[in-house]
């Protein structure tokens, strides 16, 4: 079975700093998708990002952009130019290329402080 | 368009007492997903529906959840009698037909069971 891991619980980065968040995946997949979830307090999940395994260029979404590293099974989130409405959960989330369904790791709160 | 809405936000009942959750997906989305996060743990999936039908229930953790989509929009996730272990966010999502990958989620239904 698929797993993901958050080693990171809490985080903190002041505004207009740079700040990555870590994501570790396992599976034996050689297609999948990778995709970054926030959650903002009190707000529903909305998708960041999301990555294609067979693609090797990294996505890019405005501020946001993954380091996606496959051999490694490894998908970080670099937020850039930190805004304080980057203050959220963010949940790492792994789907096979013909799944049905997530998984989620543990989620990083991320607070962005004035 | 109106996005994924989850009734109540909130719920606080005892153990052994019953509660019914809902969910509206976006109009014309054929999936249907429920997911929970217990406090601190990652987000796991429950079941998906395609339209009325069940298409995975696997990760319903007991008979004690009840999950119907009757006519194939709105759905309602039943757990009774409620235990402690129940407690946390119950999330929903919708997605449109062949599109697994681009869940749209609600904002959670915060459940405490006392």
């Known amino acids: 079975a698929q797993t993901v891991t958050q080693s990171q619980p809490e985080m903190s980065v002041q505004e207009a700093e740079t700040v990555t968040l870590s994501c570790t995946y396992d599976t034996s997949e050689n297609n999948y998708y990778l995709f970054w979830y926030k959650q903002p307090p009190s707000r529903q999940m909305i998708l960041v990002i999301r990555q294609e395994a067979y693609k090797q260029q990294n996505a890019t979404e405005n501020r946001f952009s993954v380091n996606f590293q496959k051999a490694a099974k490894s998908f970080s989130l670099k937020i850039s130019d930190s805004q304080l409405g980057d203050t959220a959960m963010y949940f790492c989330a792994f789907m096979e290329a013909y799944g049905q369904n997530f998984v989620f790791g543990p989620g990083t709160r991320l607070s962005v402080l004035p | 368009e109106a996005g994924v809405t989850q009734f109540p936000s909130h719920s606080v009942i005892e153990k052994g007492q019953t509660v019914t959750l809902r969910c509206d997906p976006i109009?014309?989305?054929?999936?249907l997903y429920w997911y929970r996060r217990v406090m601190g743990k990652e987000i796991k999936f429950l079941l998906h529906?395609?339209?009325?039908?069940?298409?995975?229930e696997s990760g319903m953790p007991n008979n004690r959840f009840l999950a119907e989509r009757t006519g194939g929009t709105y759905s309602t996730l039943k757990v009774q009698p409620a235990e402690l272990e129940d407690s946390g966010v119950y999330f929903c999502a919708s997605s449109q037909q062949g599109l697994v990958d681009t869940q749209y989620f609600g904002p959670g239904t915060r459940l405490t069971v006392l």
């Open positions: 529906f395609v339209k009325e039908s069940k298409q995975d």
């Open positions: 109009s014309g989305h054929d999936n």
